[in-house]
């Protein structure tokens, strides 16, 4: 994918947004002020600290404060303050017409994943990383190398686990939250897995939702055209192997049974107390050998 936004320079605008669940002030307010620190200028869209039950604002203020970010003509970003269920709701009705005539970095992730799927059909890479309000709660190493990230500054990972199956691949990365992979099958952000190296993590599910949610994939065809596959963390799962007689690695690993491409487990990103940032529809490299996965920029 060539079409990247310009990267962001000192004194450039971020947007902030709500556009899913209702945030913690408190902590977007935290996360502004880093990148602030780091040379930034933060504006808030007009909605952005509203709540409406367990949403960030009503739909329509939602779309309203998403399409005016989509559409402005001086910022370099839009930053997610939270994820939480809300974005599919609104998804279907942006234009995007504007933003492809002066397109910006749309960072998050979990939720915002329907959100970074929806910019890659409109053929543009985004960051999967941290949400504001979780930019405060990484180590400090941690947030430099987001902000770097969004400076065009951003290095490949590595990840050892004895589930690594061995190999190498070449593709476009796409991916995100396992649950809201599913739920875009059969919908208008539903994406086209072929030749594609995915990556997944999730949080809080028994292992007999993923398990559902990887035959899912199966089921839907998703996984036998893949050419490799990244296994992020799977953080505060309410079942363990004792319970469901397999592990998550053990459930992933059964439902790629009969397909030869790699798989690389344990990489930091997701829910856990590391997220590292990944371009979204970036071409990339994975090769797994000896029990370490690599995943690098081409």
């Given at each position: 994918?060539?079409?990247?936004?310009?990267?962001?320079?000192?004194n450039?605008?971020?947007?902030?947004?709500?556009p899913?669940?209702?945030?913690d002030?408190?902590e977007?307010?935290k996360g502004?002020?880093?990148?602030e620190?780091a040379?930034?200028?933060?504006?808030?869209s007009?909605?952005?600290?509203?709540?409406?039950?367990k949403?960030?604002?009503?739909?329509?203020e939602?779309?309203a404060?998403?399409?005016?970010?989509?559409?402005?003509?001086?910022?370099k970003?839009?930053?997610?303050?939270?994820?939480?269920?809300g974005?599919t709701h609104?998804?279907d009705?942006?234009?995007?017409s504007?933003?492809?005539?002066?397109?910006?970095?749309?960072?998050?992730?979990s939720d915002?994943?329907?959100?970074?799927?929806?910019?890659?059909?409109?053929?543009?890479?985004?960051?999967?990383a941290?949400?504001?309000?979780?930019?405060?709660?990484l180590?400090?190493?941690?947030?430099?190398?987001?902000?770097?990230?969004?400076?065009?500054?951003?290095?490949g990972l590595?990840?050892?686990?004895?589930?690594?199956?061995s190999?190498?691949?070449s593709?476009?990365?796409?991916?995100g939250?396992?649950?809201?992979?599913?739920?875009?099958?059969?919908t208008?952000t539903?994406?086209?897995?072929?030749?594609?190296i995915?990556?997944?993590?999730?949080?809080?599910?028994?292992?007999y939702?993923?398990d559902r949610?990887?035959l899912?994939l199966?089921?839907?065809?998703k996984?036998e055209?893949?050419?490799?596959?990244?296994?992020?963390?799977?953080?505060?799962?309410?079942?363990?192997k004792?319970?469901?007689?397999?592990?998550?690695?053990?459930?992933?690993?059964?439902?790629?049974?009969?397909?030869?491409f790699p798989?690389?487990?344990?990489?930091?990103?997701?829910?856990?107390e590391?997220?590292?940032?990944?371009?979204?529809?970036?071409?990339?490299e994975?090769?797994?050998?000896?029990?370490?996965?690599?995943?690098?920029?081409?």
């Open positions: 994918m060539s079409n990247y936004p310009s990267f962001l320079s000192k450039d605008l971020i947007l902030v947004i709500s899913s669940g209702v945030v002030k408190e977007v307010l502004a002020r880093l990148l620190k040379g930034f200028k933060v504006e808030f007009l909605n952005a600290f509203n709540a409406h039950f949403f960030g604002a009503k739909h329509q939602r779309l404060d998403l399409q005016f970010a989509l559409d402005h003509k001086i910022a970003a839009i930053y997610c303050a939270r994820g939480g269920f974005i609104i998804i009705e942006l234009n995007w504007q933003f492809k005539q002066n397109p910006k970095w749309i960072i998050g992730f915002i994943t329907a959100l970074l799927h929806t910019t890659y059909l409109n053929g543009f890479p985004s960051l999967h941290s949400v504001l309000q979780g930019l405060p709660r180590s400090g190493d941690y947030q430099n190398k987001l902000i770097e990230s969004l400076s065009g500054n951003i290095s590595n990840a050892t686990s004895t589930f690594n199956k190999g190498k691949a593709g476009q990365l796409i991916g939250n396992l649950s809201l992979l599913v739920h875009q099958i059969g208008q539903e994406l086209d897995y072929r030749n594609k995915l990556f997944i993590e999730e949080v809080a599910e028994p292992l939702h993923i949610m990887m899912q199966k089921r839907a065809g996984l055209n893949l050419v490799g596959l990244v296994v992020g963390q799977f953080s505060n799962l309410t079942e363990d004792s319970i469901y007689g397999q592990s998550v690695e053990e459930v992933i690993l059964a439902h790629c049974e009969g397909y030869d798989i690389g487990f344990n990489f930091h990103i997701g829910h856990g590391v997220n590292v940032a990944l371009f979204h529809g970036a071409e990339v994975l090769v797994v050998e000896n029990g370490v996965a690599k995943l690098t920029y081409g």
